[in-house]
């Protein structure tokens, strides 16, 4: 399933670009009261304010709303800029903030060791996002000398805050051997952690680890729930586990239609299935309509949410 850990880890830093953009205040003040009340260019005057008084928040806050360009022209510059400020007064926010626009080099010059100490800086405080990222610059190497022992480290300390792509990564770490022994049963607690917070292709992994019975004992009904929780989220290779078990009649009931169904949303990303093309050439016409109409629901049901 998981061939190349890295894949998975940089698919998630788009994921973590939003979540860091989000302001956290350790402190309720006027201008973030502003900020989540959508008034944008009152919480900007009223940061500058605060800002001048030293708040480092108040800076983060600024960094914020001219990254995402929000009541202003989005300006990524002035973003760095204040997100700068803040981080030299300690704000880990806004270290992560900055660390991610230094290593992307948005709004200023791209340099990864630069955005490796900053994300240490916020790692340092706690910041799950940023021990993450940290974890992954040891794991690649990049701005960072690799040492997979630390990424490893690293990926643990945001794993046990509750980040779901570190804990599907450090499940990958134990599974593989990489900066820890090999233990199947850790990989499956981590992959079952990151599956239970949600993340598709962990949901996907540990219901191929319970089907198994690989670190954890056999359980093909929960597995089965597993796949379907994916593949309605739009897993391609979570559809086509689920295809194949209707089609089998294993756990779940045999139906071809819905073994159609999903064969055929997970071809159309790209997941190919013999077996299953020769369930779907056996379809009569009206089951195959069917198939297809289900499809097509599901999809228009995904473009409505």
Same mark, same amino acid.
């Given at each position: 399933?998981?061939?190349?850990?890295?894949?998975?880890?940089?698919?998630a830093?788009?994921?973590?670009?939003?979540?860091? /953009?989000?302001?956290?205040?350790? %402190?309720e003040?006027?201008?973030?009261?502003?900020?989540?009340?959508?008034?944008y260019?009152t /919480?900007?005057?009223?940061?500058?304010?605060? +800002?001048?008084? !030293?708040?480092k928040e108040?800076?983060?806050?600024m960094g914020?709303?001219y990254?995402?360009?929000?009541? %202003?022209?989005?300006?990524?510059g002035?973003?760095?800029?204040?997100?700068?400020?803040?981080?030299?007064?300690g704000?880990?926010?806004?270290?992560?903030?900055l660390?991610l =626009? #230094?290593?992307?080099?948005?709004? #200023?010059?791209k340099?990864?060791?630069?955005? *490796?100490?900053?994300?240490?800086?916020?790692a340092?405080?706690?910041?799950p996002?940023a021990?993450?990222?940290?974890g992954?610059?040891?794991?690649? !190497?990049?701005g960072?000398?690799?040492?997979?022992?630390?990424? /490893?480290e690293?990926?643990?300390?945001?794993?046990?805050s509750?980040?779901?792509?570190?804990?599907?990564?450090?499940?990958?770490?134990?599974?593989? $051997?990489?900066?820890?022994?090999?233990?199947? @049963?850790?990989? *499956?607690?981590w992959? &079952?952690? *990151?599956a239970? &917070? $949600?993340?598709?292709?962990?949901?996907?992994?540990?219901? #191929? =680890?319970?089907?198994? !019975?690989?670190g954890?004992?056999?359980?093909? +009904?929960?597995?089965a729930?597993?796949?379907?929780?994916?593949?309605?989220?739009g897993?391609?290779? +979570?559809?086509?586990?689920?295809a194949?078990l209707?089609?089998?009649?294993?756990?779940?009931?045999?139906?071809? %239609?819905?073994?159609?169904?999903?064969?055929?949303? @997970?071809?159309? *990303?790209g997941v190919?299935?013999?077996?299953?093309d020769?369930?779907?050439?056996k379809?009569s016409?009206?089951?195959r309509?069917?198939?297809e109409? /289900?499809?097509?629901?599901?999809?228009?049901?995904?473009?409505?949410?």
């Amino acid at each position: 399933m998981r061939q190349w850990l890295v894949r998975g880890a940089l698919a998630a830093v788009a994921c973590l670009l939003a979540l860091a /953009a989000a302001p956290a205040s350790a %402190v309720e003040s006027p201008s973030y009261t502003a900020y989540f009340q959508g008034r944008y260019l009152t /919480a900007l005057k009223l940061a500058e304010e605060e +800002a001048e008084q !030293g708040s480092k928040e108040a800076f983060t806050l600024m960094g914020e709303i001219y990254s995402e360009g929000l009541g %202003v022209a989005q300006d990524f510059g002035k973003a760095a800029d204040a997100y700068a400020k803040a981080a030299d007064l300690g704000d880990s926010n806004a270290q992560l903030s900055l660390g991610l =626009m #230094v290593s992307e080099g948005v709004g #200023v010059k791209k340099d990864l060791r630069i955005a *490796a100490e900053l994300f240490e800086r916020s790692a340092q405080s706690g910041n799950p996002a940023a021990q993450y990222n940290l974890g992954i610059i040891y794991l690649q !190497g990049k701005g960072r000398p690799a040492d997979e022992a630390k990424a /490893a480290e690293w990926l643990q300390e945001a794993a046990e805050s509750g980040n779901p792509q570190a804990q599907y990564d450090l499940g990958a770490l134990y599974l593989f $051997g990489r900066g820890v022994p090999i233990d199947k @049963a850790k990989a *499956a607690e981590w992959t &079952g952690r *990151a599956a239970e &917070g $949600g993340l598709p292709e962990a949901q996907v992994e540990y219901g #191929v =680890m319970l089907f198994k !019975g690989q670190g954890i004992a056999v359980n093909e +009904a929960r597995a089965a729930k597993l796949f379907r929780l994916a593949a309605e989220q739009g897993n391609a290779v +979570a559809q086509n586990r689920l295809a194949r078990l209707h089609a089998n009649g294993v756990v779940v009931k045999a139906d071809p %239609v819905q073994a159609a169904k999903w064969h055929l949303l @997970a071809r159309s *990303a790209g997941v190919s299935d013999f077996a299953l093309d020769i369930v779907l050439s056996k379809l009569s016409q009206d089951e195959r309509a069917q198939a297809e109409k /289900a499809a097509e629901d599901w999809r228009n049901g995904r473009l409505a949410d």
